[in-house]
């Protein structure tokens, strides 16, 4: 992770820049990346937390040629740092909707594209880990900006009501249509084979979704039973984040008639027949 150090403006491509933010965690691994996209005109993809030093780097690479601020979904460790972005820049702050106390100038969705001098970035619909989750495509180098639809060296947690793994595995199906060559994720290093990575990802989504099924026929019937089951090769300190990807699972499989059941703290049963 040494080219990825915090505060420190590394480059990816050609076109492309990153700043990682000082926030590592169980849910942010080494730490949010922001991505400065052009060189005469930039945009900046995922601000990351309203940080100060943090900001203060992302300006300062980017100077008076930062026009947009595009963030990919509004979880704390990817929208906060808007705000103080456009304060420091002008900027105009581009993102799916207003909420989780981030306010865009403008909403854009699914094939809106942010057009420059350089390159052109279109934006792509991908709900699931959040309802209002965007990918940039930037056509020039084919790069997709996945934020946490896509993450390096880790899965993505999807958290009902918002997250919703229908919605998160369609959107992953959908992907394989478009023409990208590499994955820039919201944490982690470049991912430089795609079609690999995106199967990785639905593979690992069937096998656990089978597995919860068969704990669930077994007669395991609560969430935190379906953990323990299914996730023990997962360490014990993510099994509280993990009991939210089990649900949202359940949810899918209650949707489609194969079990019963409500919530995160429900009971659940096998679908009757």
Known sequence: MADVATGVARAVSPLVRRVRAPNPGIMTGPGTNTYLVGIDEVAVIDPGPDDAGHLDAVAACGGDRICWILVTHTHSDHSPGAAALRERTGAEVLGFDARDDFT??????????????????????????????????????????????IMQGSTVVIAPPDGDMAAYLASLRALRDLPIGSIAPGHGLLIEDPSAKIDEYLTHRSERERAILD?????????????????????????????????????????EGRVQGADLDGRWLPAPG
């Open 104 to 149: 865009p100038d403008r909403s854009i969705g699914h094939g809106d594209c942010v057009e420059a001098t350089e390159f052109r970035l279109r934006a792509v619909h991908t709900p699931g880990h959040a309802s209002n989750h965007l990918c940039y495509l930037l056509e020039n180098e084919r790069m997709l900006f996945s934020g946490d639809h």
């Open 215 to 255: 704990a669930v026929e077994a007669g395991v019937d609560t969430v935190d039973g379906v953990v323990a089951r299914v996730y023990a090769d997962v360490r014990e300190e993510l099994h509280p984040v993990a009991r939210h990807s089990v649900c949202a699972h359940l949810l899918k499989l209650r949707d």
